[in-house]
């Protein structure tokens, strides 16, 4: 799967709150930055608690998947 499937993925199964394939499409020593809120995330579990605990009503809409082969990233638009 390339990485920008991956990320495809990822966000679908966030929208979907599909906990246990985020962890898996997630590697485990990851690091997501999220530069708005300054906020770093390390791990795969870590980043699954983030998100599962955060009050329902968001969704996330992906405006851009930039991707090169093993690394990849995305600008979206969070709505409550």
Same mark, same amino acid.
């Given at each position: 799967?390339? $990485? *920008? ?5 990822? @966000?679908? /199964?966030?929208? #979907? /709150?599909? @906990? #246990? #394939?985020?962890? +898996? ?11 708005? $809120? %300054?906020?770093?995330?390390? +791990? !795969? &579990?870590?980043?699954?608690?983030? !998100?599962? *605990?955060?009050?329902? %009503? ?11 082969? &093993? /690394?990849? +990233?995305? %600008? +979206? /638009?969070? #709505?409550?």
């Amino acid at each position: 799967m390339e $990485s *920008s499937e991956v990320i495809e993925a990822l @966000w679908d /199964r966030i929208q #979907a /709150r599909d @906990w #246990a #394939a985020v962890a +898996g499409l997630v590697a485990e020593d990851a690091v997501i930055e999220w530069p708005v $809120s %300054g906020e770093r995330i390390v +791990g !795969n &579990k870590n980043f699954v608690a983030v !998100n599962s *605990s955060y009050p329902e %009503g968001w969704s996330i809409r992906v405006l851009r998947i930039v991707a090169d082969g &093993k /690394r990849g +990233g995305l %600008g +979206g /638009r969070g #709505a409550t």
